[in-house]
């Protein structure tokens, strides 16, 4: 069974900071996918940024970087420079690879608040 | 970008009521799911589907139950709401990557 670990309830950045959101997650696995989803207070998820076990370099997508350490199982969202619109609930997932559905098993989130 | 649907946002009804809610996607994905969400928590999967007339149960046990007589239609239906249902639902679709729809939040007085 997949496991996905999210220790921080709550996060305050300031703006224009930069801020690390942890994620360790725990499979059997050798193969799998790590995503990031935001979550604004109007609900819906936003996809932000994937990790594939195998890939050698962190993955980037603009202001997002995943801090990926294999060996330790975690999986970092990093966001730099914050800006006021970050403000929501960040949601890590591990997709399934064994089972043919490929659901996502989510962490329990952590809500986080830039600080003018 | 995404173009995955669902109907209504909100939606609040009575005990007892039979429900439905909507969920389209126009990206011709096989595999569809929907997840239940409590305010502040993570994401359960309580169903998916492969394509056209496969469906299965997910991993939090619902009383809801899903259909898939199109490949881009996967609706949900609750035959006597209550108000343990009270939650927001969403719908997601994937290739590669899953995307989710704006979610409908459920209210059951």
């Known amino acids: 069974a997949q496991k996905i670990t999210q220790t921080q309830p709550g996060m305050f950045v300031q703006e224009k900071e930069a801020v690390t959101l942890d994620c360790t997650y725990d499979t059997s696995d050798q193969s799998y996918g790590l995503f990031w989803y935001k979550q604004p207070s109007s609900g819906e998820m936003i996809f932000l940024i994937y990790?594939?076990?195998?890939?050698?370099q962190n993955a980037t997508e603009g202001r997002y970087s995943l801090n990926f350490q294999k060996a330790r199982k975690s999986a970092n969202l990093v966001i730099s420079a914050s800006q006021l619109g970050d403000s929501a609930m960040y949601f890590c997932a591990m997709r399934e690879v064994d089972t043919g559905r490929r659901a996502l098993t989510f962490g329990s989130g952590t809500r986080l608040q830039v600080q003018p | 970008e995404a173009d995955i649907y669902q109907t209504p946002r909100y939606l609040v009804i009575g005990t007892g009521k039979k429900i439905t809610l909507e969920c389209s996607q126009t990206?011709?994905?096989?595999?569809m799911y929907w997840y239940q969400q409590d305010p502040g928590m993570e994401l359960h999967l309580i169903h998916y589907?492969?394509?056209?007339?496969?469906?299965e149960k997910g991993d939090l046990s619902s009383e809801s139950t899903v259909s898939r007589i199109r490949t881009e239609h996967f609706p949900l239906t609750l035959e006597s709401a209550r108000p343990s249902h009270t939650s927001q639902y969403l719908c997601?679709?994937?290739?590669?990557?899953?995307?989710f729809g704006p979610g409908t939040r459920l209210l059951v007085l």
């Open positions: 990206m011709g994905h096989d595999k």
């Open positions: 589907s492969y394509g056209v007339n496969s469906t």
């Open positions: 990790q594939g076990s195998y890939d050698e």
């Open positions: 997601a679709s994937s290739a590669l990557f899953q995307y």
